[in-house]
């Protein structure tokens, strides 16, 4: 059996194939002829597909041909001619040729180049601001535009384009260096976008590191002054912020000043300006084209700022004097921030943020001692919310000019004419419990009309803008500050104070808040005393021409105050501030209230009294006991207290206080004591004799049984035509009358004698009187009857009771 034939192809030489038996070579040969002729068919096709590429490519081979041949010929000149003196020659000839082209063309070329990169500053550097570039960037654009300027400035033929390209270019630096300056004053940025800012000023200024330093220390302390100057309602969160910002001062000075800021001015000395490869890829100043042509000044021109000028102990003292005068400047601010402002809320809340904001991040301030600053500003604070609520405490004058005001209105009207069924309609509103009801009856009931209620509420609003200051103190004795801050003990000057900072702030600060709130009140309250004082002296000076409406408004307004000044107090268990309505300053109102109310009822008894020396009533009938005695009053008594009560009445029952009413009853007194005695003396002083053309049963009152005929003196006879005078009648007339009188001057003195002032006037008159049917006896049996009888008509005159 045939082997089968190996693939020719796998073969490495020829002498690989007679290594199989002859059929097998045989093999071979026949598919190696076979792949020959199939190769040749293919190779065929191919030419035949590819002839005209051939064709071209013969062609070209041909043309390649001669242009080598021309080659070679050239190379064989050109090395015939290549010696030394050759080349002199020729390399002479173009340095002459080039020098002759420059000389011809280097002004008009650097001119052209110098303006149109000076032209093209201004447009980047607007732009570059606009997009909120890199202020570097613009500083270096900034500075190669001054020496095209100083170049293009030093032409003889200056076109009057360079100057106001030069004006732009002025505007443009004060634009950047406003932006530089409004990003080295704010605290949110970031330390490589102020020492970016910081290098750019340096660069533009020619400033030294001291120099900048100088420069950012000043402009942080304008713009923590200008927070300050522009609290106005959010004078807390300015304020803060001030504050905020001299601390971070400080972290930002000790971070960057001066090793990198040193570091950031190294690099503008790395290479000129011209070549800083963020220069020349602004697209509208095409370097690569004019950078040839702009002068080797500005070409060639590289930074050298003094980068080693500034030390690190001259930055820490520079440091820690600015850090003195900010604090200074900053509690300065603060004062004149606060002069104008007058709301406690505000000012306690910038009081807990200042202080919350110095305790986390004071003792990092180099410069000071942070406990002197803590107490610096809890006494700013402290002292501008005591001259506040003193303040306010003054203030209350403004009742005072107001209750002028009113009293010299004409429009007061008496408020006791309102009438509790009258004045409200039936249809009125009831709801929520009826409060609004309650309250017109109550008003009602206390005289409170619309002159009373307005100086009333002026000084509610006062006692409440005062009262204020409790949710201010009540909110700084809440405050835990040792349990907030306790880390807070980075100096060593501090240590003492974190053991201390609860009693600081939590107790110390309110109570000298609480004792210079009641120091003003007690104040203003004097004050208002000596204000009411001259008022009552005014409406009381001319007794002639009182105005008791006058007088019963200042009586009203003094109580409806003098119930309100008990509540004014901080805590429940402070003591009560003393109310400058004293019963001796008030006692003027009370004395000529009650005059004018006493003088008419007293007027009209008077006239009572002296008609009834000439009465004839029989009311002795109604008598008590044995010896009959009078047991109750006559009817002028009964008119007169009645008459006062209604006078009384008439001006309001609020006003008739436990004072008020004992005024009343002295003035009564005062007004009836004359009359009473008068009248007295007019009884005791009647003749045996009756009047003449009287009789004695005319003297009885015509009704005179026998039996009282027997009982007493002779009855008098007419004889001759004449009537005849019974002296025992007259006797028995005269000691009835005066019985009567001394049981109605007992029976008035219930209602209108002082208790606490005994004896008093009609005692004295009553123990005075020499009669003998009023013996000891007599007269304590009329005591008790006058006694008895106003304990049942007590309630007729309630306001004397």
Not at 426 to 434: E, F, L, R
Not at 624 to 641: D, K
Request: glycine share 4%.
């Amino acid at each position: 059996m045939t082997a089968e034939a190996p693939d020719p192809r796998t073969f490495t030489s020829w002498e690989d194939a007679f290594q199989y038996p002859i059929p097998v070579v045989r093999k071979l040969e026949q598919q190696l002829r076979s792949n020959a002729d199939e190769n040749r068919e293919k190779l065929r096709s191919l030419v035949g597909a590819s002839y005209r590429s051939l064709l071209d490519t013969a062609e070209t081979i041909i043309d390649m041909e001669v242009r080598m041949e021309h080659v070679e010929g050239n190379l064989a000149r050109v090395g015939h001619n290549c010696n030394s003196t050759t080349l002199d020659r020729i390399t002479s000839s173009a340095v002459r040729l080039d020098s002759y082209i420059r000389s011809r063309d280097q002004e008009r070329y650097t001119f052209a180049s110098q303006l149109a990169v000076l032209r093209s500053s201004p447009v980047v550097m607007t732009r570059l601001m606009k997009s909120k570039g890199s202020y570097l960037l613009i500083a270096k654009v900034l500075v190669i535009s001054r020496f095209l300027h100083k170049a293009l400035s030093q032409s003889a033929n200056k076109p009057p384009l360079v100057d106001q390209l030069w004006e732009r270019l002025l505007s443009a630096r004060r634009r950047l260096i406003k932006r530089i300056e409004k990003r080295l004053g704010t605290s949110e940025g970031e330390s490589v976008d102020l020492v970016e800012s910081m290098c750019a000023y340096a660069l533009i200024t020619s400033s030294t590191p001291t120099d900048v330093l100088h420069h950012f220390l000043k402009i942080r302390l304008e713009n923590s002054v200008k927070l300050l100057q522009h609290g106005g309602d959010e004078l807390a969160k300015h304020g803060t912020s001030a504050l905020q910002l001299c601390i971070r001062t400080c972290l930002d000075t000790q971070a960057i000043f001066p090793r990198r800021l040193a570091e950031s001015l190294v690099k503008l000395k790395a290479h000129p300006l011209i070549q800083d490869p963020d220069v020349r890829a602004l697209h509208e100043l095409k370097l690569d084209m004019h950078d040839r042509w702009i002068g080797e000044e500005a070409r060639n021109y590289t930074p050298w700022p003094r980068h080693d000028e500034l030390q690190r102990a001259d930055a820490e003292r520079i440091l820690h004097q600015w850090s003195r005068q900010a604090i200074s400047a900053f509690l300065k601010g603060t004062k004149d921030a606060l002069e104008t402002e007058t709301r406690l809320k505000e000012v306690a809340s910038l009081r807990q943020e200042l202080i919350e904001t110095w305790i986390l991040s004071g003792s990092r301030m180099a410069g000071v001692k942070p406990a002197n600053v803590l107490d610096d500003l809890r006494d700013t604070m402290n002292n501008h919310l005591e001259d506040i609520v003193r303040l306010r405490s003054q203030t209350l004058k403004t009742v005072v000019v107001e209750l002028f005001n009113v009293l010299g209105s004409p429009s007061l009207t008496q408020s006791s004419s309102l009438s509790l069924w009258g004045t409200y309609p039936k249809s009125a509103d009831i709801s929520n419990g009826a409060q609004a009801f309650k309250s017109t009856l109550v008003n009602i009931h206390q005289g409170r009309d619309n002159s009373v209620v307005g100086i009333v509420s002026a000084f509610d609003a006062w006692a409440d803008s005062i009262l204020e200051v409790k949710s201010i103190v009540k909110s700084m004795k809440e405050a835990r500050w040792d349990d907030t801050f306790a880390d807070d003990v980075d100096d060593s000057d501090d240590d003492n104070l974190g053991d201390s900072k609860q009693t600081l702030l939590s107790h110390d600060d309110p109570r000298l808040l609480e004792e210079a709130t009641q120091e003003a009140l007690a104040h203003a309250l004097q004050n208002l005393g000596k204000s009411f004082g001259q008022i009552i002296t005014q409406v009381t000076e001319d007794e002639d021409k009182i105005d008791v409406l006058k007088i019963c408004f200042v009586l009203r307004v003094t109580r409806e105050i003098g119930e309100r000044i008990p509540k004014l107090k901080l805590q429940d268990r402070a003591t009560l501030l003393a109310t400058p309505f004293t019963p001796a300053l008030l006692k003027p109102l009370h004395k000529a209230l009650a005059s004018h109310v006493a003088r008419p009822s007293a007027g009209a008894y008077v006239k009572t009294l002296a008609g009834g020396l000439k009465s004839r009533t029989n009311s002795h009938i109604l008598w008590e006991g044995n010896p009959a005695l009078p047991a109750q009053p006559s009817p002028s008594a009964i008119r007169y207290l009645q008459s006062m009560t209604k006078a009384m009445a008439a001006y309001g029952n609020d006003l008739w206080a436990p004072l008020a009413v004992e005024e009343m009853k002295a003035s009564a007194v005062d007004h009836v004591s004359a009359p009473l005695k008068a009248n007295l003396d007019a009884l005791q002083k009647l003749g045996i004799d009756p009047p003449k053309g009287e009789t004695s049963e005319e003297i009885n009152g015509g009704n005179v049984d026998a039996g009282e005929q027997n009982e007493n003196a002779e009855v008098g006879e007419q004889t001759n035509g004449e009537k005849v005078v019974n002296t025992a009648a007259a006797t028995e007339l005269q000691d009835r009358k005066l019985k009567q009188a001394v049981f109605d001057m007992l029976y008035i003195q219930r209602f209108i004698g002082n208790p606490h002032r005994s004896p008093d006037a009609i005692d004295d008159m009553v123990n005075s009187i020499d009669s003998a049917a009023l013996n000891g006896n007599s007269r304590a049996r009329l005591r008790k009857s006058a006694t008895d009888y106003a304990k049942k008509t007590y309630l007729l005159f309630a306001l004397l009771a």
